[in-house]
């Protein structure tokens, strides 16, 4: 498995996007946000957190519209597989990728800790190392992570299974508890908790490192 990592001004979690594929054992590339190419060979990419573009204007507004965005957006269009965690999913949504956008938080404040989430479905690469409905334990760090989708796109995400994650607590107003969705081809992932911080024991759990597993799995026989 070949995963790019793109970095824009202001990401933070990059590196540990990195070494959790790496840990999975993925070649991993770095690349930056005003490349225009990505390298050849790519299986996924990766869409880290932080606070791109210092989240002016809209969380993932501004690096929706970078230089590399187009790469990225033809990738997933073409069926390549992309997974964008917390900034990353809200660059997903500005990107159209993904459904929805992602709101300030309903009680106003920035929400940092492990949360409790239930696996929603197990039908994606990056969900299939679970059980359906297993309760896993993934941190949380995020302002605007309130997932909202008008009523007509809830029924159809949710009548096609394409939930991935769910809230035990919901920590944001996130719409039906909702942390995780997946694009209508299930290729494109983005969540709000960060699976990266979750992948040894040393970070104080390593539920996320069944995702990234089961990732270098599908893609390493695909």
């Not at 359906?132 to 009523?151: F, T």
């Not at 908790?193 to 390493?220: C, K, N, V």
Request: glycine share 12%; net charge negative.
């Amino acid at each position: 498995m070949k995963a790019a990592i793109i970095t824009f001004p202001g990401s933070n979690c990059d590196r540990d996007l990195s070494m959790a594929f790496a840990a999975a054992g993925a070649d991993v590339v770095k690349v930056w946000h005003k490349e225009t190419a990505l390298p050849e060979g790519i299986d996924i990419i990766g869409v880290p957190g932080g606070f791109s573009y210092g989240d002016y204007l809209r969380c993932g507004a501004i690096a929706s519209r970078s230089p590399i965005g187009q790469a990225v957006a033809d990738f997933a269009g073409k069926g390549g597989y992309v997974i964008g965690i917390c900034n990353g999913f809200q660059v997903l949504t500005e990107m159209r990728l993904l459904p929805g956008a992602l709101m300030r938080n309903a009680g106003l404040k920035f929400v940092s800790k492990p949360l409790a989430l239930r696996v929603a479905t197990t039908d994606s690469a990056y969900t299939s190392g679970y059980e359906a409905g297993q309760e896993i334990v993934i941190p949380v760090a995020h302002h605007d992570g309130n997932y909202q989708i008008d009523p007509e796109g809830l029924a159809r995400i949710e009548g096609e299974d394409r939930v991935a994650f769910r809230y035990v607590e919901n920590p944001n107003g996130s719409v039906d508890d909702i942390a995780g969705v997946l694009s209508e081809n299930r290729r494109v992932l983005g969540m709000m908790p960060h699976p990266e911080r979750a992948i040894e024991p040393a970070q104080g759990g390593a539920d996320g490192a069944a995702l990234f597993r089961a990732l270098s799995g599908m893609l390493a026989t695909a």
